[in-house]
């Protein structure tokens, strides 16, 4: 399973750091994603990272923006947000697209 | 790449068919002769659920009346036989060029 955590509420130009902890597979063999859900709105990716994290790629919206990285010794998916924008509100799923986190809940507001 | 999903909205009887199309702008085959086209349902406060991968395979636990096809830009998936439980939003995505891309979705309601 994948357990996301570290949203909240921040203001805009804030940071937020996002973790996700897998459990029951060899994390460190697959690609992972960053995917979020603005309310009423579909799904968009935001960024995956392959096995070994030298390969990263980013939505363009996010890019300089967002970071993103694991530590596969930790089973564990992070991404960084700074210079956060109301349009980043979202649920932030991670996911290797067979397998979905719940998801964690970013709003940013004054 | 842009993924195009029509209907918007479908609602179907249970037993009858449903089918959903989505259009991609750019060719999903790839040099490894797969085709890159997911198809995932979300239901209200859950994330997707995969259903279909690489056009035409049936994820671990789904009902073989899900199916998937099409080739190059054009695909589709048809439920045999919609179920109560089918209700909800179909989304297709392709993953073989970033960024990866989600069609607008499809709510496909069960009367």
Request: overall charge neutral; glycine content about 10%; proline content about 5%.
């Amino acid at each position: 399973q994948l357990v996301e955590s570290g949203g909240g509420l921040v203001q805009p130009g804030g940071s937020l750091r996002l973790s996700c902890e897998a459990s029951g597979f060899t994390f460190s063999n697959f690609w992972m994603s960053w995917v979020r859900q603005a309310p009423g709105r579909g799904p968009e990716w935001v960024a995956n990272i392959n096995q070994d994290g030298t390969e990263i790629y980013y939505v363009d919206s996010v890019k300089g923006r967002f970071t993103i990285s694991r530590d596969n010794t930790k089973n564990s998916l992070f991404l960084h947000m700074n210079s956060l924008r109301a349009e980043d509100t979202a649920v932030y799923y991670c996911s290797d697209f067979d397998l979905w986190g719940q998801g964690t809940r970013v709003t940013v507001s004054s | 790449i842009v993924m195009t999903q029509t209907p918007v909205s479908l609602s179907v009887t249970p037993g009858q068919p449903a089918s959903i199309s989505c259009k991609s702008s750019q060719s999903l085959l790839n040099s490894n002769g797969k085709t890159h086209v997911y198809w995932f349902l979300q239901k209200p406060g859950q994330p997707p659920r995969l259903m279909i991968y690489e056009l035409s395979s049936r994820f671990s636990g789904v009902p073989d009346r899900f199916i998937g096809s099409g080739s190059g830009t054009d695909f589709t998936l048809e439920i045999r036989r919609v179920e109560a439980e089918d209700v909800g939003v179909y989304y297709c995505m392709q993953n073989i060029q970033v960024p990866l891309t989600f069609g607008g979705g499809t709510y496909v309601d069960v009367k």
